[in-house]
């Protein structure tokens, strides 16, 4: 009751193959997809891409945890967004460009995460806000202020939590009053005039502190 191929629970396939590696690439052919996809794991290599174009999305992903880049190269137009998840998770570099612009959320933010940051520029105004927060968080200080206007206040969060204090003026009239707040503990004093009438208290009292010249380490900034 620990491991059986002729089970239909995963776990047991797969312990199955773990103790008897030398007998998976005998079931890459297996009526159930289980089969398939755990045989996949642990058949030669050279006998793997046979199932690239497996009938079952969970067999092709398994596939693509295995193959050599050039094959991996030709499962980035799978039709599962698992498989493309595989496929970006291996990638590198230019190889990932392609996916940038995949259709599914999840295969761009992973693409946004792994791509080199000299390639973040061409998603800096990806539709879904949680891909240009990951942008917002990687890419180069050159290319920040181009997000200071994004239409998601957690990007702005963001640009402004990391531009260089001298060039916060840009966000000293943001709509939020959290990226206000994060402004006003990092602005340079002489330029916190603004943000000392501001219409939120915690903003005016950090803005009031830091121009007075006083502590204001006890201000949380709000994430």
């Known amino acids: 009751l620990r491991a059986c191929v002729h089970d239909r629970y995963a776990k047991r396939i797969q312990r199955f193959f773990q103790w008897n590696d030398d007998l998976a690439g005998e079931h890459l052919d297996h009526p159930y997809f289980e ?27 398994a596939v693509a945890r295995r193959l050599p ?38 295969v761009r933010l ?14 800096m105004h990806d539709e879904d806000p949680e891909i240009r927060l990951e942008v917002a968080n990687r890419i180069g200080l050159e290319w920040l202020m181009s997000m200071a206007w994004d239409d998601s206040a957690r990007v702005r969060m963001v640009v402004a939590r990391r531009l260089p204090p001298e060039k916060l003026a840009a966000l000293i009239r943001d709509a939020d009053w959290c990226v206000r707040f994060v402004v006003a503990s990092r602005l340079p004093p002489e330029d916190l005039a603004p943000l000392t009438e501001d219409p939120v208290d915690d903003v005016r009292t950090v803005a009031q502190k830091r121009r007075a010249g ?7 900034i709000p994430d």
């Open 110 to 123: 992973r693409v946004a995460r792994r791509v080199p940051e000299g390639m973040l520029p061409a998603m």
């Open 214 to 220: 006083l502590p204001a380490t006890g201000d949380l």
């Open 35 to 61: 089969v398939r996809a755990n045989a996949a794991r642990f058949a030669p290599i050279f006998i793997v891409p046979r199932l690239m174009d497996d009938p079952d999305e969970t067999v092709r992903a």
């Open 69 to 106: 880049r050039r094959l991996l190269l030709k499962m980035r137009g799978d039709p599962d967004r698992e498989v493309r998840i595989a496929v970006a998770s291996r990638l590198e570099e230019a190889d990932l460009a392609p996916l940038m612009r995949d259709p599914d959320y999840s």
